[in-house]
């Protein structure tokens, strides 16, 4: 019975409901055709893909849910920030988890700039106990410009990717509903790879997992990240 279950798990898996047939239709011709300043992919959006639900990779998603609730109203600026558990399909190694726990944060507004996001950022890591950080452009599907964030690790004695960033992309963002002048700032981290930074810890799999010394989880006192008020 189990392997049934399985193998119908594998070749039908669990779809959505419902959604805003509205908002499918913006973002269906978006991808395919562009708008809102955006090329589009020029390919065919499949809407039998889009209704598959899946364990989420990052917490992107539930920031896009808030977003397109914020839309529904006259536009009030707004901070949200969430920490969820997020899967990915990769290897395991000293630095990356197959799961993990993901901290997003979001600040929506008129007029924001890169220069806002990257004042956020320093001020968000300095209050963690990380001051001293790199950025990298890179690109993300869902912002432009992108950021990956970089802090050195002492243990490690190299610089350690510790998050990702970017503006939401107009083409996200307008079909949604929100107004032309908004702006919305974002970034993303695990809450493990910090930690391990903070407490000089190279291997990751030594913070969360079957790895994990019970022992040294018993025996240490609970440890705080030191965050001042603002």
């Not at 908002?23 to 708008?35: C, D, I, L, M, P």
């Not at 700032?185 to 810890?201: D, F, H, N, Q, V």
Request: neutral net charge.
């Amino acid at each position: 019975m189990l392997m049934l279950i399985c193998e119908y798990l594998i070749v039908a898996p669990s779809m959505t409901r419902e959604l805003p047939e509205d908002y499918v239709a913006r973002v269906k011709q978006v991808h395919e055709s562009g708008g809102y300043g955006s090329r589009g992919y020029n390919c065919e959006w499949k809407r039998e893909e889009a209704n598959k639900n899946l364990l989420r990779t990052h917490t992107t998603a539930v920031s896009s849910r808030m977003l397109y609730a914020l839309a529904k109203g006259p536009f009030t600026p707004k901070k949200y920030f969430s920490i969820d558990r997020v899967f990915r399909n990769e290897a395991v190694d000293k630095t990356h988890l197959a799961e993990f726990h993901q901290i997003e944060g979001v600040v929506c507004d008129r007029g924001l700039t890169l220069g806002d996001l990257i004042g956020v950022l320093q001020e968000f890591f300095s209050r963690l106990g990380m001051s001293n950080l790199r950025f990298k452009p890179a690109y993300n599907p869902y912002t432009e410009p992108s950021m990956e964030i970089f802090s050195y690790h002492a243990g490690l004695e190299k610089w350690v990717e510790i998050g990702n960033s970017g503006m939401f992309r107009p083409e996200m963002l307008q079909p949604m509903g929100l107004p032309e002048d908004v702006r919305v700032i974002a970034w993303g981290l695990s809450l493990e790879r910090p930690t391990m930074i903070l407490y000089k810890c190279d291997n990751i799999r030594e913070l969360f997992g079957h790895k994990v010394d019970l022992k040294k989880v018993k025996e240490n006192p609970i440890c705080r990240i030191g965050i001042e008020s603002a």
